[in-house]
């Protein structure tokens, strides 16, 4: 039983030293121990990337790496990678610059509520975007994109 425990770990360790940070096998199949071993080996063959899968799903990997960032995958970044968030800035920028600069309003509030902002600490989000909002709105030829990046900045 012990040394059916250290395989996946021995695995994991090889992988990790080996993997490609954006792989076809990783585009096709995920991350995972499976990926880690097979992409190693040949990382766009069916056979390879039929074992990386099986061997993904018995090992029930994946949500682990994908919530934790390791394994290959991409640690989440908060505002920047929310779509949701991004979608929202482009289309309301001129209202949101108002209650930016205000610090408060209804589509400041809709954005932290977009963004995950928990309601204890919302009256501190919204202090912080006012104290910099010339650092989140950095002018009038500003792209919804920029603001996105100059938010995530100011929020860290």
């Given at each position: 039983?012990?040394r059916?425990l250290l395989?996946?770990?021995?695995l994991?360790?090889?992988?990790?030293?080996?993997?490609?940070?954006?792989?076809?096998?990783?585009s096709?199949v995920?991350?995972g121990?499976g990926?880690?071993?097979?992409e190693a080996?040949e990382?766009?063959?069916l056979?390879?990337?039929t074992?990386a899968?099986t061997?993904?799903?018995?090992?029930l990997n994946?949500l682990f790496?994908?919530?934790s960032?390791?394994g290959g995958?991409?640690?989440y970044?908060?505002i920047?990678?929310?779509?949701?968030?991004?979608?929202?800035?482009a289309?309301?920028m001129?209202v949101?610059?108002?209650?930016?600069?205000a610090g408060?309003g209804e589509?400041?509030?809709a954005l932290?509520e977009?963004?995950?902002i928990?309601?204890?600490d919302?009256?501190?989000?919204?202090a912080?975007v006012?104290?910099?909002f010339?650092?989140?709105?950095?002018?009038?030829?500003?792209t919804?994109?920029?603001?996105?990046?100059?938010?995530?900045k100011?929020?860290?």
């Amino acid at each position: 039983m012990k040394r059916l425990l250290l395989v996946p770990a021995m695995l994991f360790a090889v992988g990790a030293v080996q993997a490609a940070e954006n792989s076809a096998m990783r585009s096709n199949v995920g991350v995972g121990l499976g990926t880690m071993l097979f992409e190693a080996v040949e990382s766009d063959g069916l056979l390879s990337q039929t074992l990386a899968a099986t061997t993904n799903g018995i090992f029930l990997n994946q949500l682990f790496f994908v919530t934790s960032g390791t394994g290959g995958a991409k640690k989440y970044d908060g505002i920047v990678q929310n779509r949701q968030v991004r979608d929202y800035i482009a289309s309301n920028m001129d209202v949101l610059a108002r209650d930016m600069a205000a610090g408060q309003g209804e589509s400041l509030a809709a954005l932290a509520e977009l963004a995950g902002i928990a309601e204890a600490d919302r009256p501190a989000f919204y202090a912080t975007v006012q104290r910099n909002f010339s650092a989140i709105f950095t002018g009038s030829e500003v792209t919804s994109d920029q603001v996105v990046e100059n938010l995530a900045k100011v929020v860290a």
